[in-house]
């Protein structure tokens, strides 16, 4: 099985000033996914094209071979998966179907061959139909295990509500560079899981592994390899930190153990963690082959008074950071509501009235309504361009703030 292509890791080269840079995102509210457009050629961003959605999609993540968009879609009165076909350089999406699920997902990645998705106390596993779109249930996944201190709490118990029982179960699922082992962060369960991957069996995942988090009030909510396989990085969602893990496996190839190596707090000095709730982590472009360089994390403030930050972090070229405190913080806009999530472009950047190139990230803010681009340099991160998101002329039906949710590059065909 091969590693999802859309992991920023395992791509990546300067592109010139000129090169636009083409990605998705989706909203927490609304029945659409946006295509943007940022051209470094007057750092300039704009949204190309705005498809209709089966329902508001919270996550996106592209097929190994970029064709097909796999969303969670928040559709009622089931929530499901949703599939689209990119239909390339226009960037118009097309749907291939849909299929349901338990409980509201948090998550979608895909290999070639299977789709994963997890959500609160369970997930599924589908088949990848040809064309990308969404063949048949596989496997469906237990994380509660009917423990009744597991079970979802009370919308009202936290801020921002429980999202379906998201913020007290699993949130996230990731495959390693080798498409071999599933990662999956469980924030209310306070671990991750691994599952190892097996396409030809009948059952797809296996050697289901629960390894708890360091600190008892830590959350894990994204767990995302480095592409040596050899480490994982995990952020968690209550305490505002990134952990970094020695990845253990046994005779068989499973993982036996995640060795805990290093933690960085993503807030700056004198900040309280309970003021935020910590939301991405993920790696930079690799330019010319080369290991990622930089690890980049986002935080939101759980009120809105309180703003959030991105992080970024240096790396030495086995994946662990050559320092645990942050090459730069930078304070967002706004909290960031429940978004602030941040992609990293697959390459670098040679941006306007810059000589050298930079790596960039898009980064959502749900309370603004606004989409970013981030630039870093290697010393400061810094605010590039920026668009507020606007519903279609004449929907009358969705009118107010479009709530953007989470981005996905499109590598250029």
């Known amino acids: 099985m091969q590693r999802a292509a859309e992991n920023p890791a395992n791509l990546g080269n300067a592109t010139g000033a000129g090169d636009a840079l083409d990605f998705y995102v989706g909203t927490f509210n609304l029945p659409y996914i946006f295509s943007l457009r940022f051209n470094p050629n007057g750092n300039q961003l704009h949204v190309l094209r705005i498809s209709e959605a089966t329902g508001p999609h919270s996550w996106l993540s592209l097929s190994p071979d970029q064709r097909t968009l796999y969303t969670t879609a928040w559709t009622k009165p089931t929530c499901s998966v949703a599939a689209y076909r990119n239909h390339g350089s226009t960037q118009q999406l097309e749907l291939l179907g849909s299929r349901p699920v338990r409980n509201k997902p948090g998550y979608v990645t895909a290999s070639s061959s299977h789709i994963f998705s997890v959500g609160g106390p369970t997930g599924e596993v589908f088949r990848v139909e040809h064309g990308g779109g969404i063949g048949p249930l596989a496997q469906e996944l237990d994380f509660a295990g009917g423990q009744e201190a597991d079970a979802p709490k009370a919308p009202d118990a936290v801020p921002h509500g429980d999202f379906g029982g998201l913020r007290h179960g699993a949130h996230g699922c990731d495959l390693g560079p080798d498409g071999r082992t599933l990662y999956v962060a469980d924030i209310g369960r306070n671990c991750t899981w691994t599952f190892s991957v097996d396409g030809t069996g009948r059952r797809v995942l296996h050697d289901q592994r629960r390894h708890a988090a360091p600190r008892d009030d830590d959350g894990p909510r994204h767990a995302w390899p480095h592409p040596n396989g050899d480490v994982l990085y995990v952020v968690q969602e209550h305490s505002s930190i990134v952990d970094v893990f020695r990845i253990q496996r046994d005779a068989q190839g499973a993982v036996a153990a995640l060795r805990h190596v290093q933690a960085a707090s993503l807030l700056p000095q004198g900040k309280n963690a309970r003021d935020y709730w910590a939301d991405e982590v993920r790696l930079s472009g690799t330019p010319g082959g080369a290991g990622p ?77 606004k989409v970013f681009v981030l630039g870093f340099d290697g010393a400061k991160i810094s605010m590039v361009s920026s668009i507020t998101l606007e519903a279609p002329a004449g929907e009358d039906d969705h009118r107010g703030l479009v709530e953007p949710a989470t981005a996905v590059w499109v590598r250029p065909r």
């Open 293 to 369: 360089e930089y690890l980049f994390a986002s935080t939101r403030g759980l009120e809105s008074r309180t703003r959030g930050y991105v992080c970024a972090f240096a790396l030495n070229r086995d994946g662990t950071l050559k320092r645990t405190a942050a090459v730069d913080i930078w304070e967002t806009p706004t909290s960031g509501g429940i978004a602030n999530a941040i992609e990293p472009a697959p390459w670098q950047v040679r941006l306007a009235h810059s000589d050298l190139p930079q790596h960039i990230m898009a980064m959502t803010d749900s309370e603004a309504g």
